[in-house]
T-cell receptor, first 115, second 115 residues
C-alpha cells in the first residue's frame, strides 16, 4: 500500500513569490493535515481537511491556505513568501474520520527555502 | 503557550539498556497521546499511542505510560538498539470532534544509543 506522497521534495523560492505544495494521502484516507517544522518552533499544525472541508486550523496568517479535492489529494498554498517561511512542510493522512487510536501517517515532506 | 513539553533535548544510553523519554502536557482535554520517531529530512514515523482512559500501552520493545494526575507520559524502549537513534516526538490530540485532526507536538528529544 503506497504511503503519503508529497511533491515536490525540495523547492527554492524568492521572497514575495507564492508556492503550492501537494499531498496525496494513502488510498482510502479522507483526512489530510498539514504541519510546518522549523528549528525554532518545532512541528506546528497548519490545518486539516476532511472530505474537502477544512475542519481545523492552526495559528498561521492568512497567507497560508489549503484545499482538498474529491479524491482526497490536498494542496497548500503560501502567498507572499517571507524568509521565515523556510521550513519542512509535512502532511499526514488518517483513515478514520476521527483519526482513531492509531497514528497519522506522515509523508517525507517538502523542504521549502525562501531566499 | 506550549501545551506539550519535552524538557530533555537529548538522551544517550548504552545498547541493551532502557531508554526513557518523557513528556508533560497541560491540557486535560487531550484524548490521545502519540509517539513518533523522526530522522532528518524525513517525515515522522508513528511508534505507539495511548488513549487518555488508559495508563499503559505496550507494543514490542515500546511501552508508553500515562499518568493523568501528573499530566505526564513516558516512552520506554527496552532493550535499546543503535537503530533507535533518532529524534522522538511526543504528540497530543485535542479532544472533541473539532480537534480530531490536530496534533500538538513537543519539541523532541534526540536519542543516541551507543553500541
Amino acid at each position: 500500500k503506497a504511503g503519503v506522497t508529497q511533491t515536490p521534495r525540495y523547492l527554492i523560492k524568492t521572497r514575495g513569490q507564492q508556492v503550492t505544495l501537494s499531498c496525496s494521502p494513502i488510498s482510502g484516507h479522507r483526512s489530510v493535515s498539514w504541519y510546518q517544522q522549523t528549528p525554532g518552533q518545532g512541528l506546528q499544525f497548519l490545518f486539516e481537511y476532511f472530505s474537502e472541508t477544512q475542519r481545523n486550523k492552526g495559528n498561521f496568517p492568512g497567507r497560508f491556505s489549503g484545499r482538498q479535492f474529491s479524491n482526497s489529494r490536498s494542496e497548500m498554498n503560501v502567498s507572499t513568501l517571507e524568509l521565515g517561511d523556510s521550513a519542512l512542510y509535512l502532511c499526514a493522512s488518517s483513515g478514520s474520520g476521527t483519526g482513531g487510536n492509531y497514528g497519522y501517517t506522515f509523508g517525507s515532506g517538502t523542504r521549502l527555502t525562501v531566499v | 503557550d506550549q501545551q506539550v513539553k519535552q524538557n530533555s533535548p537529548s538522551l544517550s544510553v548504552q545498547e541493551g539498556r532502557i531508554s526513557i523519554l518523557n513528556c508533560d502536557y497541560t491540557n486535560s482535554m487531550f484524548d490521545y497521546f502519540l509517539w513518533y520517531k523522526k530522522y532528518p529530512a524525513e517525515g515522522p514515523t508513528f511508534l505507539i499511542s495511548i488513549s487518555s482512559i488508559k495508563d499503559k500501552n505496550e507494543d514490542g520493545r515500546f511501552t508508553v505510560f500515562l499518568n493523568k494526575s501528573a499530566k505526564h507520559l513516558s516512552l520506554h524502549i527496552v532493550p535499546s538498539q543503535p537503530g533507535d537513534s533518532a529524534v522522538y516526538f511526543c504528540a497530543a490530540r485535542g479532544g472533541g470532534s473539532g480537534n480530531t485532526g490536530k496534533l500538538i507536538f513537543g519539541q523532541g528529544t534526540t536519542l543516541q544509543v551507543k553500541p
